[in-house]
């Protein structure tokens, strides 16, 4: 392959995209005087921080033309660009109306002719646009898929899409995307519809609902199926919320029969086929012994031709030898990335590249000469030759067991260094192989990031996540414990300079670790933490206004009735007393998923133990931060306040190599 014959187009589109505004952020400079170290942080920041680029990119069925959805910060654009010339044009721009609050933008874009796509707009309409930029008919709501012809070679004409009605009931049509004619395909099943799977001709065949009961346990979701739209439904299974149960994932030809996305049997998530008739699960179609099953790809014929899992870094493992050598031919000459192809394997193929030192860039790949050509980037302000690489390793936990992580290092020489234990929230969750702000700014400022994986991440199988419930402070956080202690013993971190930093459930583990194990941290970070367990069962929050929130926080966290002790037993609120470091917290004053009470009782407990703590309220913010000027306020604080407590950071590098964990292929059947 041909990788030095790159053809950049993203001056042209930077150029459109940023055209109706003068400032991505509009963020005012902040009042107090930065030191020299800290103002060469805050340009870093910045630098990361510039919004622009491009979202969403999509090829044409010919090949011909690209559809890319781009943002500048303040609102979106669909751009056009000739995938052949390279030239490109602004084919919707942001609309302001009189009688609309917000400014009207495309947000997502669907090809469903060579020459018109469906294009889903923020006002909650999808309109058939063509390249004369013009809003045409409004097919819906929001665009689903388009529905295959009967004969090959015809253009497909049909399409899904879905509305919205009173209660959030979803109303699902079929849409002839020129003419306009409209089907209702009624679901007339009890419950919320949180899947709907078609066959080819467009029928809705299998569902999934869920089900609660108004003030009381009980939450239960459910499959169904029919054999046609004529048909009844039959309920092939049903189970709480908070078990496992397979999900319907495709109909093949044959009758009455399913795609399922099913653990059952097994560790992780794998695809198999489903009996109708007999009500079981039959063949394994395509699985991975130790990593989830994230995406599938199947030929007109329904066979497998590619299968995507994610360990510690996603992989891509295609059936088809022409795919697979294509996919070989980019890996090769993209290296140490993650390179996603989709479009024509004996045409034009659009690749998204992504890794620990780049946010992602759009390239084509023409299969004939076998030339890549790079389109633009996902984030226009990264210089990724100045990012740091981020490692895969695994550790053992206390009673043994495996436990994944990241670790990112700084430049310089190989030393124990300062450490940031960056702890993710959910906490059945994760982090990613990728290029993340939070982990580069840190890296950027002369600290390590260190991510544990502690039991109870998700994406590690059941067996792994399971461990981690109901273990709130108690073996999830043993896990933490064991990672610094292995990052020290193997000079990666110096132990008098260790800090420990989490949001939503990773600034409960934060604050907690600074209770369970003050010998290792010289300060602690909450962002929009849990600061009390018990106060999660009876705060306002948006989980506890949801059956399925309070069901799942009784299975997974744990029962108040019965377990209340044990609650306050790990509380960081409860026993900030035994907090002797500083502590950070932020929290938006809007936040739902953990209001910002739990902070402020936090900061209360601190002060009245003479606690030292530094305090940072976002106003409008959510369960989170969302503005640029927000997060630069808070990470140029972040920065400073690590710098008080274990810095300035010293000028250190990578360690010795660490253990990787060993990859193995998936099995794969059709």
Known sequence: MNAGKVRRIAAAILVTAVATATSASGAEEASTELTPRMTGTRKIIDGMLDPRGVEE?????????????????LSRSLLLIDAETSGARVLVEPEVRSNWTATIQPIRAHWIANDSLAVDFNDGKCAVVGFDGRRGLVLGDHFVRMISPDTPGEPAQWAIVGEEGLFHDTHIHRVNVVSGDKVDLPVGLPGELVNAVFDRKGQLRAATTRETKWLAHGA??????????????????????????????????????????SRDGRDTWAMVDYDVATRRLTDLRVGHPTEDLIGTEEDARQNVIRAMTHGLKP???????????????????????????????????????YSDRDAGRWLTLDTTSMTLHEVAHLKFGIDAAAMRPMQTLTYAADDGLKIPAYLTLPDGPAQPRPMVVFL??????RDEWG?????????AAGYAVFQPQFRGSAGFGRKF????????????????????????????????????????????????????????????????????????????????????????????????????????????EKHARQIRVPVLLAHGTDDRRV????????????????????????EREGHGLSTIADIRDFEVALVDFLDRNIGPASSVAPAAPLATAAASAPVAKH
């Open 220 to 261: 239960t979701v459910t499959n169904w199926y029919r054999h046609d739209e004529h048909s009844p439904w039959q309920q092939l299974a049903q189970a709480p919320v908070t078990e496992d149960l397979w999900r319907p994932l495709g109909i093949p030809d044959e009758s009455d029969s399913l795609v399922v996305l």
């Open 424 to 429: 993710h929230g959910g906490p059945v969750a």
């Open 465 to 572: 996540e399971e461990a981690g419930y109901r273990q709130w402070g108690l073996a999830m956080h043993d896990d933490v414990t064991a990672g610094v202690k292995a990052m020290i013993a193997r000079g990666v971190a110096d132990p008098a300079r260790i800090c420990i930093y989490g949001a939503s459930y990773g600034g409960y583990a934060a604050l907690w670790g600074l209770v369970k194990t003050p010998e290792l941290y010289r300060c602690g970070v909450s962002l929009s933490g849990v600061t009390d367990i018990g106060e999660r069962f009876s705060d306002w929050s948006d989980t506890n206004s949801s059956e399925v929130g309070r069901e799942w926080m009784r299975f997974a966290i744990g029962d108040m009735n019965t377990m209340a002790a044990q609650f306050d037993a790990v509380s960081p």
């Open 57 to 73: 990119m999509t090829l044409a069925p010919d090949g011909k033309h690209l559809a890319a959805i781009v943002w500048n910060g």
């Open 315 to 353: 992989s891509t493992y295609w059936f088809d030898a022409r795919w697979d050598m294509l996919q070989r031919s980019v890996d090769k000459a993209l290296p140490d990335a993650v390179n996603v192809l989709r479009g024509d394997s004996h045409g034009r193929v659009l690749v998204l590249s």
């Open 435 to 443: 290029w993340d702000f939070d982990v580069q700014a840190l890296a």
């Open 595 to 618: 209001p910002i009470g739990h902070s402020k009782r936090m900061e209360s407990a601190l002060k009245s133990s003479h606690g030292t703590v530094e305090t940072h309220w976002y």
